[in-house]
Nanobody, 120 residues
């Protein structure tokens, strides 16, 4: 099994910044991609940003230029630096890791979610 531990959410004023972290551990033989999704009340969960095993990145149009996804050197922790936050960024943010076990089974793992609230 894969364990994901998220941290870094909170309350911030519009225009402020937050940094989310997600540490992955467990039965990971190979990491395919790590990403962040978010879900606002009454809305579907949506992709925010993703980084692949080759460090290619992709962002939702609504956050491009404000958010940056990155990983540590060990490539087991993924970060989301969120700048110029807007009230519409308010949501529960979920870390997602797509990995392979030693038997090459695909593992699609989710973090517990961390609340981000942007409000004055």
């Amino acid at each position: 099994q894969v364990q994901l531990v998220e941290s870094g959410g909170g309350l911030v004023q519009p225009g402020g910044s937050l940094r989310l972290s997600c540490a992955a551990s467990g039965s990971i033989f190979s990491l395919d991609a790590m990403g962040w999704y978010r879900q606002a009340p009454g809305k579907q969960r949506e992709l925010v940003a993703i980084i692949t095993s080759r460090d290619n990145t992709n962002y939702a149009d609504s956050v491009r230029g404000r958010f940056t996804i990155s990983r540590d050197n060990a490539k087991t922790t993924v970060f989301l630096q969120m700048n110029m936050l807007k009230p519409e960024d308010t949501a529960v943010y979920y870390c997602n890791v797509k990995s392979r076990s030693r038997s090459w089974a695909l593992q699609d793992s989710w973090g517990q979610g961390t609340q981000v609230t942007v409000s004055s």
